[in-house]
Each structure stands twice: as structure tokens, then as C-alpha cells.
């Protein structure tokens, strides 16, 4: 991804903002970053084209996958301070509550970076940070193999 | 009252704000079988250089899918939702660009709580899957809206 590269030389490569800005599908989600320290924080104000349940009413649980797996995402490009985007291999999702009509945060761990390979878990919730929505452990490729 | 002649799927697709701004359309409903596709839309990509579609729409295609095909057809839908308890997707190559991706879920179990669904989403072929995944659900849950919180 050359605007990784741009950003790298520029001495932004952790400017996650600028990342966001350059995705349309997070634009799309209205995603949001905060950076406190290392810890990257995710923020998912919330939206009436979110909804997957008028109902109840609930965050559609695939606008819920997508921002586990941005959030694991973003966690890895600051870590690696923007080396290239790493490609998603598989995701986890367990749905721990009902996502409602209210502001989203996420965070992230990686918690193995090998040379090729990353596993990270993130976790989202509303107004209680101890009381998860949802939660994912994913696998992520750093350096796709050039043949 | 909502046997499968009647009810409409499609409808019911278009009635949800996520997956209307999604562009999700019904393709094929059955008992246990459903096909959804989300057309190509710039608002999807994920990587703007090459227009690969964002992991998190075919998440998104993919929980809808299963979902839809987890639900009884017989389950009374003014009082009885489903819940999704886990998803697993496995991602095996990025979408091509300018091309529809499709969802076929297939809802091969169902207990008196719990469903079993796995879904493939491609392209061109099915068996030439964009990601795998499996996913369970939790039947009759409350459809009851919450509460404001003051």
C-alpha cells in the first residue's frame, strides 16, 4: 500500500487517523480512533444505518465483526508502525451482548508477533468497559509472501 | 402465521438499515439454505490501490446470511429473536474488485436452543470460495425493546 509507505517516510507511521481517513469502509462505519499511549482506542458513534434489529434496537453483528477486525487491524499498523497492511487470515467472533444504540469503543492486543504471522484479540463495549459486547481473536498475515 | 410461502424475504432484508446500506439483496431462501449477494460499491473498499472490498462487509454479508437461515421458519417473529453466540471466518483470498460477492449459508443443524449454520461466500465459484465460515445462533431469545436507560 504506498500511502503506508508515504506515511512511514513522512514519520507519521503511526498516525492512525490519517489510515481511517484513507479507508472508505471505515468511513462508511463513521469510525473513529483515539490514541491513548500505545493503546489504540476505537470509537464507533452510533448510527441509524448500523441497526441490524429495529426491535430491540441492536448494531447489525456484521457492522460488530468489522469493527473487531479494524480494531485488531489498527492495533498491528501502529505496533509495526505502518510496514505494509497486514491481510486478515481468519477471525473468532464470540457476541457477548447486544450492541445498542449508543457510542462503541474498541481495543486491541496482539498478543503473538511473529516474523510472518499475528494473533490479536480485541473486545468492543458500550458504557461499561467491563462489560464486553463482543470479542474476537484473529490471525494476521505481516509479510505476504512474494513469489 | 409466517410460513415460508408467505413471508417475504427479501422485504425483510430491505427493512434492515445495515443491510440496506450494505446493499444486501436476497437471491434464494429455503428451510435450511439462503443465498444473499452484496454488489460491488465504493464504499466497501477496504484498500483503496487495489478496491478490494473490507474484510468487515464480507463479515457483515456473511452474518446476515447465516443468520437469516439459523431462524425456524415457524418462530413467531413478534416475540422470538435469535442471537448470534460466535462466528468463525476464515478468509482464503481478497475479493476481486467490480464483482458481486455472494453468501450461501446452510443452516445443517438446528437443537431446541441452538443452530449450526456454514456459509461460503465467492465470486465466480463456489468452490473457490473469498472466506469460509461457521457460525451458531441462539434460538427463541426475547424480542422485547430495551428499556431506556435514563
Aim: charged share 20%; proline share 5%.
Amino acid at each position: 500500500m504506498k500511502f503506508l509507505e508515504q506515511l512511514r517516510n513522512e514519520g507519521r507511521g503511526q498516525d492512525l487517523e490519517a489510515i481511517i481517513n484513507h479507508i472508505p469502509y471505515a468511513k462508511f462505519l463513521g469510525l473513529q480512533v483515539e490514541q491513548q499511549g500505545n493503546e489504540v482506542i476505537t470509537v464507533l458513534p452510533f448510527q441509524d444505518h448500523l441497526v441490524g434489529n429495529t426491535t430491540l434496537p441492536a448494531i447489525h453483528g456484521g457492522a460488530v465483526g468489522a469493527m473487531l477486525e479494524m480494531t485488531a487491524l489498527l492495533q498491528l499498523l501502529y505496533d509495526t508502525q505502518c510496514q505494509g497492511l497486514p491481510k486478515t487470515i481468519d477471525v473468532s467472533i464470540d457476541y457477548l451482548r447486544s450492541a445498542r444504540g449508543t457510542t462503541t469503543y474498541g481495543r486491541a492486543i496482539v498478543t503473538r508477533r511473529g516474523r510472518r504471522i499475528a494473533n490479536v484479540r480485541s473486545e468492543l463495549w458500550q458504557e461499561q468497559r467491563d462489560k464486553p459486547v463482543a470479542a474476537c481473536h484473529g490471525h494476521f498475515l505481516l509479510k505476504p509472501a512474494t513469489s | 402465521m409466517n410460513s415460508n410461502d408467505q413471508y417475504d424475504y427479501a422485504e425483510h432484508l430491505a427493512q434492515i438499515p445495515h443491510s440496506n446500506a450494505l446493499g444486501l439483496k436476497m437471491l434464494s431462501f429455503s428451510d435450511d439454505k439462503c443465498e444473499l449477494s452484496i454488489p460491488y460499491a465504493p464504499h466497501l473498499v477496504g484498500d483503496p490501490e487495489t478496491g478490494v472490498v473490507h474484510g468487515g462487509a464480507i463479515t457483515a454479508l456473511l452474518d446476515n446470511a447465516a443468520g437469516m437461515v439459523a431462524r425456524p421458519v415457524d418462530m413467531p417473529r413478534d416475540t422470538a429473536s435469535i442471537a448470534t453466540l460466535d462466528m468463525r471466518i476464515d478468509y482464503m483470498c481478497a475479493a476481486a474488485p467490480n464483482q458481486d460477492i455472494i453468501a450461501h449459508a446452510h443452516c445443517f443443524k438446528r437443537t431446541k436452543n441452538v443452530a449450526f449454520v456454514r456459509a461460503v461466500a465467492y465470486q465466480q465459484n463456489m468452490d473457490d470460495p473469498v472466506a469460509t465460515c461457521t457460525a451458531t445462533f441462539m434460538l427463541g431469545t426475547r424480542n422485547k425493546a430495551f428499556a431506556t436507560t435514563s
